[in-house]
């Protein structure tokens, strides 16, 4: 499974970005979708994440009410739509695929595939 991420890019706050990831090769299955970012300097941390269904969710405390995760199954493709960003918001942006989590997890460790990263700069 290859995974591409895009839509970063820079914006102010309280401007709003879409990030898509798009899934290709073996993709006869759904998985798990998550997103997780890595800000400079800091360790990467869990954003959202999408149930194969995209009915089921989770998301860090840190961007509740502002981020919202959906999918596109038929597209095989995810997408996170970041309302409201804030400077603290920058990091370079990764999707990610678990294959065999029976529901949603925020641990990176349980994701098998990851995409390259797209970059998101927000200015104060």
């Known amino acids: 499974v290859q995974l591409q991420a895009s839509g970063g890019g820079l914006v102010q706050a309280g401007g709003s970005l879409r990030l898509s990831c798009a899934a290709s090769?073996?993709?006869?299955?759904?998985?798990?979708m998550g997103w997780f970012r890595q800000a400079p300097g800091k360790e990467r941390e869990f954003v959202a994440t999408?149930?194969?269904?995209?009915?089921?969710?989770l998301y860090a405390d840190s961007v509740k009410g502002r981020f919202a995760v959906s999918r596109d199954n038929a597209k095989n493709t995810v997408y996170l739509q970041m309302n409201s960003l804030k400077p603290e918001d920058t990091a370079v942006y990764y999707c990610?695929?678990?294959?065999?989590?029976?529901?949603?997890?925020?641990?990176?460790?349980?994701?098998?595939?990851w995409g390259q990263g797209t970059l998101v700069t927000v200015s104060s």
């Open positions: 090769g073996r993709t006869s299955r759904t998985y798990i």
């Open positions: 999408s149930s194969r269904s995209g009915y089921s969710n």
């Open positions: 990610a695929a678990d294959i065999n989590s029976p529901i949603p997890t925020m641990i990176q460790e349980d994701y098998d595939y």
